[in-house]
């Protein structure tokens, strides 16, 4: 059977429109906050801005309440937007050892350096269902928050160097043979070839789906393991 | 940059709001005379990381800001913020501007951003405080 070429639709698709805006608000609750979702929907936004690959967490919320919080649909809405948009600038090379540090573990050391800190994290939890946000009311929240607030010590954050870094020092990792950096392929300007030099599949993970990245990851882990069995 | 400078503009990028928008809005009624030469747009940074398996650096992803250019005579003062934020864009530039000529109210202006960095500290202080109460103490068994 080939391609029948139709026309039309037009009609239909711009009902669909109003009919996914009406899914949205039909129900007598009302219109969430932009704020709200950036606040309270945290590693949302996250997840859309890194998947969107543009960092700009009003309009990754303003995004999720438009998609409903289809995640996928939202990358795809943020994708778009940054296409829009000039690039004016780039950045300086950041150093990431200067990164604001908020959860930092390690299971192969015990003792890094720094200290194991937990940060929030949910991986310790029952997953429990907590039937008590069915009714978070503002004066619970504010209760929480001042005892939360309390008698906070005064320690200034540390430096957290770079496991790989120890490792180095130790004698237990090879030093990178030193060479100079390579030019920067940026994917978002120039069509994806292989073999992707290693800065073109940088960016592609930095910006990968997030399933897809945990799938990635999980079959590399169980290749590894196999081929380590394997040489045991 | 001199250090004082870079100080500063640390400082300016977490200066509260509210704060900026006063010193700003006395700057220009101090010295009226300065212009608007590119009006707040938004536009993107692209940020760059290097890896350290390879000590490569690489592309990792843009980031939304608004920046405006003002002018007094030849000399233009430049703001740059995250975020669509068209009034701390052009009040960024404005204080940058000044603050690079010497001009207006300068003292008041960096008396008013060392208070700022102080409250910034003490902000940075307690959430790492926060954070800290969930490092992990080991207790050896045997």
């Known amino acids: 059977m080939g391609c029948v070429a139709v026309r039309g639709g037009?009609?239909?698709?711009?009902?669909?429109?109003?009919?996914?805006?009406?899914?949205?608000?039909?129900g007598d609750s009302w219109s969430l906050e932009v704020k709200q979702i950036r606040e309270q929907f945290r590693l949302a936004v996250d997840q859309v801005m890194?998947?969107?690959?543009?960092?700009?967490?009003?309009?990754?919320?303003a995004a999720l309440k438009q998609a409903e919080g289809d995640t996928i649909e939202v990358s795809f809405i943020l994708r778009a937007l940054r296409s829009s948009l000039p690039r004016n600038h780039y950045a300086v090379v950041a150093d990431t050892r200067e990164m604001e540090i908020i959860r930092r573990?390690?299971?192969t050391f015990k003792d890094i350096p720094g200290g194991q800190i937990l940060g929030p994290t949910r991986d310790y939890t029952q997953r429990l269902l907590d039937f008590s946000l069915m009714e978070e009311g503002s004066s619970e929240i504010q209760k929480?928050?001042?005892e939360f607030l309390t008698g906070l010590g005064?320690?200034?954050?540390?430096?957290?160097?770079?496991?790989?870094?120890?490792?180095?020092?130790e004698g237990l990792l090879e030093e990178p043979p030193p060479k100079p950096d390579e030019p920067l392929v940026d994917i978002t300007r120039e069509a994806l070839k292989f073999l992707a030099p290693r800065s073109a599949r940088l960016q592609v993970?930095?910006?990968?789906?997030t399933g897809g990245m945990l799938a990635i990851a999980y079959s590399v882990d169980f290749l590894s393991s196999r081929i380590r069995n394997a040489i045991i | 940059?001199?250090?004082?400078?870079?100080?500063?503009?640390?400082?300016?990028?977490?200066?509260?709001?509210?704060?900026?928008?006063q010193l700003a809005r006395s700057v220009l009624a101090a010295v009226p005379e300065i212009r608007v030469i590119k009006p707040p747009q938004v536009g993107l940074v692209m940020i760059r990381a290097r890896e350290t398996v390879e000590n490569q650096p690489f592309n990792l992803g843009e980031v939304l800001v608004t920046e405006c250019t003002v002018a007094l005579g030849e000399a233009t003062g430049w703001g740059c913020c995250l975020g669509d934020d068209p009034d701390r864009a052009y009040h960024l530039a404005v204080l940058d501007l000044v603050l690079h000529l010497g001009v207006g109210p300068v003292e008041r202006i960096e008396a008013a951003l060392l208070a700022e960095e102080e409250r910034i500290l003490q902000e940075d202080v307690s959430e790492f405080a926060s954070i800290a109460r969930s490092q992990v103490q080991f207790d050896v068994l045997g």
């Open chain 1, 50 to 61: 890194a998947e969107g690959s543009l960092y700009a967490p009003l309009y990754a919320a």
């Open chain 1, 205 to 209: 993970l930095a910006r990968g789906e």
């Open chain 1, 10 to 26: 037009l009609k239909a698709i711009e009902n669909a429109e109003r009919l996914v805006r009406y899914f949205r608000v039909k």
């Open chain 1, 105 to 107: 573990i390690s299971a």
């Open chain 1, 144 to 146: 929480f928050k001042d």
């Open chain 1, 154 to 169: 005064d320690d200034d954050s540390p430096d957290f160097p770079k496991i790989v870094e120890m490792l180095r020092r």
């Open chain 2, 1 to 21: 940059m001199s250090e004082k400078g870079e100080r500063f503009r640390t400082i300016l990028h977490r200066v509260d709001k509210g704060i900026l928008g």
